[in-house]
């Protein structure tokens, strides 16, 4: 499986209720691929067509974005 069908099946699984939506650790660690590449595969993922929302969040005093596939 490529780093992008990794990325984009973790971001098609639904993230819970309380948090919509999976950081970047959480979609590497998920996906089991490195955290530096994440964003890059997103980026592929939008230029394939893929709507995929980033929403920004402070958590803990820092400033976190998380990201999820629209529908």
Not at 6 to 30: F, M
């Amino acid at each position: 499986m490529t780093q992008l069908t990794a990325v984009l099946k973790t971001l098609e699984k639904k993230a819970s209720k309380k948090t919509p939506g999976l950081s970047a650790d959480e979609i590497a660690l998920k996906a089991k691929v490195p955290r530096a590449t994440v964003s890059k595969r997103i980026s592929d993922l939008r230029k394939q067509g893929n709507t995929i929302y980033t929403n920004t969040r402070m958590v803990e005093g820092q400033v976190k974005h998380f990201y999820r596939m629209a529908g």
